[in-house]
């Protein structure tokens, strides 16, 4: 079955970075469509940023763009999530996702992603 885990999660001080990791089993990773989602007390999970299948493209929400920066390595079954310049609305739980459909613009919404991580926790201290 595909399984999906999350890493890197930590508390970091505003202005920092951190760099997520998401490791893929049980599925043929190129072929997903993969995600990042945060969610933050309280709040709905918001879709981050989006990567196609072999990583050519990309979308990302304004809240990230110009921040963070989503890629994959497929030969490792893993994609990354860059950080940089991180603010205390950063805060959250952030999981990665898989959806099989294919990347378009714009890109699959939250509910289109079928498996999920466990999620890893951020927390950026002002």
């Known amino acids: 079955q595909v399984r999906l885990v999350e890493s890197g999660g930590a508390l970091v001080q505003a202005d920092g970075s951190l760099r997520l990791s998401c490791t893929g089993s049980?599925?043929?990773?190129?072929?997903?469509?993969m995600g990042w989602f945060r969610q933050a007390p309280g709040r709905e999970r918001e879709r981050l940023a989006v990567?196609?299948?072999?990583?050519?493209?990309?979308f990302y929400e304004d809240s990230v763009k110009g921040r963070f920066i989503v890629t994959r390595e497929n030969n490792k079954n893993a994609m990354y999530l860059q950080m940089d310049s991180l603010k205390p609305e950063d805060t959250g739980v952030y999981f990665c996702a898989a959806t099989p459909a294919g990347m378009y613009m714009p890109p699959p919404p939250t509910y289109n992603f079928d498996f999920w991580g466990q999620g890893t926790q951020v927390t950026v201290s002002s």
């Open positions: 049980g599925m043929y990773f190129a072929v997903y469509t």
């Open positions: 990567i196609s299948g072999t990583g050519r493209t990309t």
